[in-house]
């Protein structure tokens, strides 16, 4: 009842706030195709207009140029593009793997399909997933604690769920060591091994970061709305929005590919587009007047969650609430593998993009772009920073990501 209480109140306090965004005029940007972007190219008039230091940028994108092969930095504000520079194989066209922060798409189905299927959700993330009416193909269930695991717990890392190759959990804040399951292993995972994926703990007693217990929610989005998750999200996001070519790059080394579509990650969209993902939930589910998130949901994304009580991780966002980063509080964003992040910060109404990745990741392009015919071939040799034994450290993804938003709010002159 607590965190049913909690919810309707946040959910509340999100309509309030949206209707008050909704007096005041927002700018979109249009399609690329039909002009995209509106964009500040001056440092003067970015200093000026955005309230931006593009020196400071410059810094955030020299560093982020040491945490990736291939990448870029992306940062809107105000409306305005006031930065886009790219490195490696990158370039506006290109649609890298995007790794974990596919999770993010992930997570704005479910909230959509909590709206649009409320009659078969009535408890909303309240709602137990297990059961026969939703996931069939699970039972007999593996584990007979799986049958309380919530939707919400699903969504916040906290449903039990781990993968095969165990790691580190979290409970109150404190590492717990998880072993590893027979089979092994911490990829994405097949339908199967995601339904039958061992549990390390009840519901709701830790956190652990499980790619199966996300391919669930695809699985879930699939049983429910009758779509597979990409075409949900193409009807319900990339088409309103005007996304140009993007998709789901095909499985690594031949394998067949899933009924459904990687809820772990792995979304591939170009780099303009993604901004407007960001944007969009920067402006709480809203574009243009549709509402194609509901803006509670977007609300519960960007807080610390009462279905996570363990660590720093909502809805598959990590928030700022209680300043582990030199940022805006009220920031949230996810990481991807590669170095990948994606930023929203409303006190700074900004968006940030740090694209990034490694070879791999850059094999696929979306059908109807074009390839990347500039890149002189200055990162092939390129290798992780290992720092020194003296005052520089080396950067691992998660340091590389957590840092470059730092830097860029630095950059903001008007905090």
């Known amino acids: 009842m607590a965190i049913s209480r909690y919810v309707s109140a946040v959910l509340f306090a999100a309509f309030c706030a949206a209707n008050a965004i909704a007096a005041s005029p927002v700018y979109y940007p249009p399609p690329d195709a039909a002009g995209g972007w509106r964009t500040l190219k001056d440092p003067a008039q970015v200093r000026k207009i955005a309230g931006i230091d593009v020196k400071r940028l410059d810094q955030a994108f020299n560093y982020a140029q040491r945490t990736s092969q291939h990448g870029g930095l992306l940062v809107v504000r105000h409306g305005w593009l006031v930065y886009e520079k790219y490195y490696g194989k990158c370039w506006r066209d290109s649609t890298p793997s995007a790794a974990s922060v596919g999770k993010t798409f992930t997570s704005a189905s479910c909230g959509i399909m909590l709206n649009e299927f409320k009659g078969q959700l009535p408890d909303g993330l309240e709602t137990k997933v297990f059961t026969g009416k939703f996931l069939p193909d699970a039972f007999p269930l593996s584990d007979p604690r799986k049958a309380e695991i919530k939707l919400g717990q699903l969504l916040a890392m906290t449903s039990g769920m781990q993968d095969g190759g165990g790691g580190t959990g979290f409970v109150k804040g404190e590492d717990v060591k998880v072993a590893a399951s027979p089979g092994g292993g911490r990829g994405m995972g097949s339908d199967v091994q995601a339904m039958r994926a061992p549990l390390w703990t009840d519901p709701g007693g830790g956190y652990y970061y499980s790619n199966l217990g996300a391919h669930v929610l695809s699985i879930l989005v699939h049983k429910i709305t009758g779509r597979t998750m990409e075409d949900y999200i193409r009807e319900k996001l990339a088409g309103p929005m005007g996304f140009g070519p993007w998709g789901y790059p095909p499985p690594a080394n031949g394998a067949a590919p899933s009924a459904n579509t990687p809820g772990a990650g792995g979304i591939a969209v170009r780099a303009t587009d993604m901004l407007r993902f960001a944007y969009l939930l920067l402006h709480q589910g809203n574009w243009q007047g549709r509402q194609l998130i509901p803006a509670g949901y977007v ?106 938003l730092e830097m860029v709010a630095a950059a903001v002159m008007d905090r």
């Open 299 to 404: 609300e519960l994304c960007s807080k610390p969650s009462p279905y996570d009580p363990h660590a720093p991780y909502s809805l598959q966002f990590t928030v700022n609430a209680d300043g582990q980063l030199a940022a805006p509080r009220d920031a949230f964003f996810k990481s991807g593998a590669g170095g990948f992040g994606i930023y929203i910060v409303p006190s700074l109404d900004m968006v940030v993009w740090k694209i990034a990745g490694n070879e791999r990741q850059y094999a696929w392009t979306a059908p109807g772009l074009p390839q990347n015919t500039g890149y002189d071939g200055s990162r092939d040799q390129w290798q992780p920073h290992q720092g020194d034994q003296f005052h520089d450290p080396p950067i691992d993804v998660d340091t590389g990501v957590r840092r470059t």
